[in-house]
Structure formats: C-alpha cells, structure tokens
C-alpha cells in the first residue's frame, strides 16, 4: 500500500478546523486533527508546503517510521506548529492502519482497560447561583464529573464564563478581546464556588477547576490548601509551566491534585513534572502532542510515576481529536478522566461520528479505524474565519496570562 494523496481541509462550521486526509492507492483513507487555535494557517503551511509532499509514494503502515523521519527529520525539533502537524499525520496514519485491520484503533491500542471514558463538562456563570444551575444540568444528563467557572466579582469578563453554555468559544473576535484580571478577588471567589458546590451536590461528583496559568506557585499553594476540604478532583494550569521547579513549592503546601499539559507538546515538555511527580494528571492530547505514537509514550511515562492522563478536549480540538483521544482512553492503564466540551451542531455534521455519551461515559465508534468522517461538501461551505484567544491585563494595564 503506498500514499497517494495528503490533503488539508479547512473549515469554519462555526469555528476554525483544520484536517489532514491521507489517502492510499487501495482508496483507504485516514483523518488528523490539525488545528491550532489562533495559529491555524501556520500549520496548514507546514503540512501543505514541508509534510504532505514528503508523503506521496510512502507505506501508510509504517507509522513509527513516517513520525521518526518528521520529527528528526526537520532537524528544528518539538514546538506547538511541528508537533500538531506530525499529530495530523500519525493520526490519520492510524486511522488508516484501522481501516486495513478491519478493528477499532483501541484494539491495535492493546484493546480495552475499561468499559467507557469518564468525560468531564463544564459548567459556567457569571455568578456562582448560575454556575450551580449548570451543575445540576449536567448532573441530571448523567456527568460524573463538572468543571466549575464562575464570574469574579468587580471584573468585566473572566476565563470560562460566557453567554453559551453546554459548549463555548474563547476564539471570538478578529483581533484578540482584552480581558481584565485582579488575583485577589479571584482568591476571594473561588473556595466559595467550592463550598457552595458541595454544599448543594454532596461529597461524589467530581469537581475540577481550570486556574488558566493565572496564579505564582505560593499563590497557588493558598489556593489549593483553601479547597482541601472540598476535596477537588484538580487544580488545573495553576501556574505557567516553563518554570517547573515552581511546582515543588506548590507541592510542599498543599495535597489537592494538580493537572498540567495542554500547551505542552512533547515528552519533554512534560519529563519532569512526571519523573519528580510534581504533578497527577497530565493534560496533553493527540493533536498537540505528536499523535497517539508520541502521547502513548508520554502517557507510558506518566504510568511510572503515578501521574494519570486528563487529556484536553476544549471544542478547538476537532471531533477527529477527540475520536482519537478516546481510543487512547479507553487503552491506556493509568487513564485518569477526559475533558469533552460538546461541538455545536453543525460542527458535528461536518464531522459525522460514531462515539456517544451515556450515563457520564463517552465510548468510541466500533467501526474500523477512528470512526470519524468528513463531510467536505459541507465543510466546503463554511471557509476559513480568522479568530483569536483574548488577551489579558491586569487592573493597571501590565500584560498577564490569559
Ligand atoms: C480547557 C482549556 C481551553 C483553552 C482553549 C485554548 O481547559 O478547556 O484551557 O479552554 O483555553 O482550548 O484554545
Ligand atoms: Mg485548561
């Protein structure tokens, strides 16, 4: 079997997608997620102009070849645009290899570790009433596990509060929205977001918050110990992560669970927040992060140092990612729970699926390979509509973390 065809599709069907479709001279095709927020056309550049001619006449099945001779052979190794380009690549290179075996990817994975994934959802609102009204929303559809964001009082906007609600979109405007942050108040808000969470939910569901790399490691270690007795699931991005040994500091403070990695997109990024157990779960994804070739070694890692996988799964990560992410889930030993920020409808039309939610559980498509399509007519219609991630300052206008 040989490639014949590597295409990129972009498609706006509400927000920006860009995909990678393989196809073989036995007319057997595979999909990659390819998008990255804000960023997308530099990576259509890199697979268009540098990967996808480089493919023509290769052997779909070798696939840990195809993503060794990207990766060394770039010679500029690891960042976000390369490694969501060779994620593209081994992706759809899965998929294809699926599709040949005639068995779901989680088979060639090593077959299932459990009967389905626990997904988390996200609940937000300006103040924290509405917050718990969307808790209950998605208790009652069956979640085991909420992330909970709320207003922070005094502030014009905050990071995962808006008007939409089972799905949102931070990318929302043509120049990046400048947001305001005051670490204080936030400080303030967020152990009564947890107190009145458990308070109206009982000690069971889970709850997780995302801090957006917002806080100082001795911020942070307030933070965590003030939620200790609401006992949270994790304490997601509590710093930016550049500076590891920032995470000892927030270790020795406090024993809430920390989850780390959905900008990191190789193992090494991730090696020494593992290998020192300064974190529990680790959040990369198949799409920033190599594919499922490289994620499965982080996740081998993460496996020997008691870290768990929390895999990102915000809507910017196309149903081809999350099709793929599952299949690794539902494989993997030390799987931890995964996020699922639902797509909108049409996105969903766009990329016809076969996983579905029951009961707090996302289960992959039985089909061969991904299970996941795309509809490029329909993706056709809806063309590429530049959108940026906001930005964020502080109440005296320095530049902070969004
Ligand atoms: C999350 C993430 C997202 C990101 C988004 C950026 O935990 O879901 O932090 O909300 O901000 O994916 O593109
Ligand atoms: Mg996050």
Known sequence: MRIIDAKVIVTCPGRNFVTLKITTDEGVTGLGDATLNGRELAVVSYLRDHVCPLL?????????????????????????????????????????????AGMPVYQLLGGRSRDGVTVYGHANGESIPEVLDEVARYVELGYKAVRVQAGVPGLASTYGVSADKMFYEPADARRPTENTWSTPQYLRMVPELFAAVRERFGPDLHVLHDVHHRLTPIEAARLGASLEEYHPFWLEDPVPAELQEGFRLIRQQTTTPIAVGEVFNSIWDCQRLITEQLIDYI????????????LRRIFDLAALHHVRTGSHGATDLSPVCMSAALHVDLAVPNFGIQEYMRHSTLTDEVFPHGY?????????SEEPGLGVEIDEELAGRYPYDPAYLPVNRLTDGSMHNW
């Open 56 to 100: 023509i006449g290769r052997d779909p099945a070798r696939i840990e070849d195809i993503w060794q001779y990207l990766y060394r052979g770039a010679y500029w190794r690891r960042g976000p645009v390369t490694m969501t380009a060779i994620a593209a690549v081994d992706t759809a290179l899965w998929d294809i290899k699926g599709k040949y």
């Open 356 to 364: 579905r939610f029951e009961d707090g559980y996302l289960h992959p």
């Open 283 to 294: 959040r990369t994804t198949v799409v920033h992060a190599g594919g499922i070739t490289h």
